[in-house]
């Protein structure tokens, strides 16, 4: 296997959204006054080596189901166009896990240390989960992307286990205004989700993929994007309003104008396939609100 090819797999382009919840979190975590790089740094390592993760297991998952064919939109999966075996991926996805625990694991002690053994096993099993929910999305005859429980999963670990979990790591205690911006990052990564399963409506029904909106049908999935993106930024405003946040601390909400044109596109489209260039517009919103929320509170 080439670098290249192991590098395309992981698909770098996708780190961006899955470190979005770690950035909000560690904002959450500076404005009352904890924050520590160690543990900052340790929480992007191990989200990044999660996603990579997902990003194997979701090849060699639709690899092996066929649905990554000559139909399917977007750039040609490792697997489906041979340049990996399957034999391959599987060994980079045992790595992979491997490398994610072991960092997690070191994350887990330099936030909790020995003392807080139910702290320290809580977050344990939240690792494992991470790791089982990332593989389990496509792999396997039980794999949940496939039954229409996607939305679910990228909600809890992108929004609520990312950003809850990640100012939970700094403080060791909650505060329930927190799950406002982690509502709000969790919604806008499942409207990638839901961006990416509109993008294959076609090829997904034909394969049987049962993402949620080969369940309700494009027309219905349009305005569920909708609700998804407005939702999201209303969380957001509701927590500056709740905290009576002004100047730099609202910086972030200069991303609401990509996010309202983006809506303004998904509306008027009328071609699936024509969506794929609006992924990376969501993502990259999620990703430079986190960032300008952060800059926000240091400024």
């Not at 909790?112 to 389990?136: P, Q, R, T």
């Not at 601390?249 to 104008?257: D, E, K, R």
Request: glycine content about 8%; proline content about 1%.
């Amino acid at each position: 296997m080439e670098l290249k090819t192991i590098l395309k797999a992981a698909r770098l382009r996708t780190l961006p959204l899955s470190v979005s919840g770690i950035i909000m979190g560690s904002a959450l975590a500076f404005r009352v006054g904890y924050f520590q790089w160690n543990i900052f740094l340790l929480a992007l390592l191990t989200t990044i080596l999660f996603q990579i993760l997902s990003n194997f297991a979701n090849d060699y998952g639709d690899g092996v189901k066929g649905t990554d064919n000559v139909n399917r939109v977007g750039p040609q999966r490792a697997l489906q166009s041979g340049k990996i075996s399957q034999s391959q991926m599987k060994r980079l996805i045992i790595v992979t896990a491997l490398l994610s625990m072991l960092v997690a694991i070191a994350l887990i002690y330099e936030a909790f240390g020995k003392e807080n053994w139910v702290y320290v096993l809580i977050f344990f099993v939240l690792g494992v989960s991470c790791v089982v929910a990332a593989i389990k999305y496509t792999v396997g005859k039980s794999a949940y992307g496939y039954r229409g429980f996607g939305d679910l999963f990228v909600f809890i670990f992108f929004g609520l286990v990312s950003v809850v979990g990640t100012y939970f790591l700094y403080l060791h205690e909650l505060d329930w205004k927190i799950f406002l911006p982690a509502t709000s990052v969790g919604l806008l990564s499942v409207a990638v989700l839901n961006i990416n399963n509109m993008r294959d409506y076609e090829n997904d029904k034909a394969m049987g993929k049962n993402t949620l909106v080969v369940k309700m049908g494009s027309n219905l999935a349009k305005f569920y994007h909708y609700y998804l993106v407005v939702v999201a930024m209303l969380s957001m405003l509701v927590f500056s309003v709740l905290h009576l946040q002004t100047g730099w601390q609202l910086v972030y909400l200069l991303v609401f104008i990509p996010l309202a044109l983006h809506l303004i596109t998904v509306k008027n489209n009328k071609v699936l396939k024509n969506l794929d260039k609006e992924l990376k517009k969501v993502a990259l919103s999620t990703f430079f609100m986190s960032l300008l929320f952060f800059i926000g509170q240091i400024l």
